[in-house]
């Protein structure tokens, strides 16, 4: 396997290991239980809060299977793995339509199965009563969350060495359910990603992630101050605690927020050295941004060291979807899908000379 192959594997085997490490992942997995035990979970802790008891109720197996709750990819994975998809699917260069097209084929017919993010959810009903995109992401409650970052990973990887044309094609992925902020992150993304897949550096990496935050946008102003704090923290350590106070900000009531959590990956990642347990360990310890933070900064390490920082142990345990947000990917190899999106990218780059 060449290095190029290991850095594919390793970008989306770092963020799934990102994506199944969280605290919130573990209520990921418990939507694969029966909703009488979620309506119990969540009326339980609502009782224990209003009698002043500390220790919440945190899902559990009684009477089922063990196995559903132990680590494995969840959310940004599947969806992740949903555009990898369209990109093995489209004919030629990916385009507008050809990346909708899953959501039209796959999603819509199936909403109520899906679980999601708010915008994916806004994006979803827009897409039923017939809108497209950009509508679907701009006529969107939460148009600036992050949930088009995972899915920029794998069109990094198809653009390997190419950032400007992995920006243009993430930016019509992520306006399907995002506009503005929300898309200049998954060009970040993107961007970054070409850039590692090819075997750049970490800082030339981050550089052209930087090089999508506008001038004068809300993204581009918080990745100043995360960069801030980035050179006043002495280590990791101290970054988390000047990012938990300056960057992913206490007034929202939901940390997935674009502007603060990508901006946040990239000088995690930085401070880190590329190197993924640790990166994804720190990123962890933001508790607000828990769901997004290490899934970020896994694929982005994960794609800087390549595929063998994941041990055979790890791998196994992330190598099948369950499909616990998107049911019809259910069974779905990561291995098998990265190995098809490498050939695809290495079969498009030479048909494109």
Not at 228 to 250: F, G, P
Request: hydrophobic share 45%.
């Amino acid at each position: 396997m060449d290095g190029q192959h290991q850095r594919f594997l390793g970008a989306m085997f770092g963020l799934a290991y990102g994506d199944a490490v969280s605290f919130p992942a573990l209520f990921h997995r418990f939507q694969a239980t029966p909703r009488k035990r979620h309506d119990f979970l969540w009326r339980t802790n609502q009782t224990l809060d209003q009698r002043n008891i500390t220790r919440m109720m945190v899902p559990y197996t009684h009477r089922l299977e063990p196995e559903l709750l132990e680590p494995g990819p969840t959310d940004d994975t599947e969806f992740a793995l949903l555009t990898l998809k369209a990109l093995l699917e489209s004919e030629g260069d990916p385009t507008p339509a050809s990346l909708l097209a899953i959501w039209q084929r796959e999603i819509v017919p199936r909403a109520d199965e899906v679980r999601s993010s708010i915008s994916v959810r806004a994006a979803i009903e827009n897409l039923k009563v017939g809108l497209l995109p950009p509508i679907t992401g701009n006529d969107n409650p939460l148009h600036y969350e992050d949930s088009a970052v995972a899915r920029a990973v794998p069109i990094g990887l198809f653009c390997a060495g190419s950032p400007d044309r992995a920006a243009a094609i993430a930016a019509w992925d992520a306006q399907i359910t995002q506009a503005e902020d929300g898309i200049y992150a998954a060009q970040a993304m993107a961007a970054a990603i070409a850039v590692l897949a090819d075997a750049g550096s970490l800082t030339d990496a981050t550089a052209a992630a930087r090089r999508y935050f506008p001038a004068d946008s809300w993204i581009a102003h918080v990745d100043a101050i995360a960069q801030q704090c980035a050179r006043e923290a002495a280590d990791l350590n101290d970054l988390m605690l000047l990012l938990t106070a300056k960057v992913i900000n206490t007034v929202y009531s939901f940390g997935c927020a674009a502007p603060e959590t990508l901006p946040a990956a990239l000088v995690i990642a930085e401070k880190a050295n590329g190197d993924l347990q640790t990166a994804c360990l720190y990123a962890n310890m933001i508790a607000k941004s828990a769901d997004s933070l290490p899934p970020m900064v896994g694929a982005l390490c994960g794609c800087y060291q390549g595929l063998g920082v994941i041990s055979p142990a790890w791998q196994a345990a992330l190598s099948k979807c369950r499909g616990l947000c998107l049911p019809f990917l259910e069974g779905e190899d990561l291995t098998l899908n990265t190995d098809r999106l490498f050939q695809r990218s290495q079969q498009h780059a030479k048909e494109s000379r």
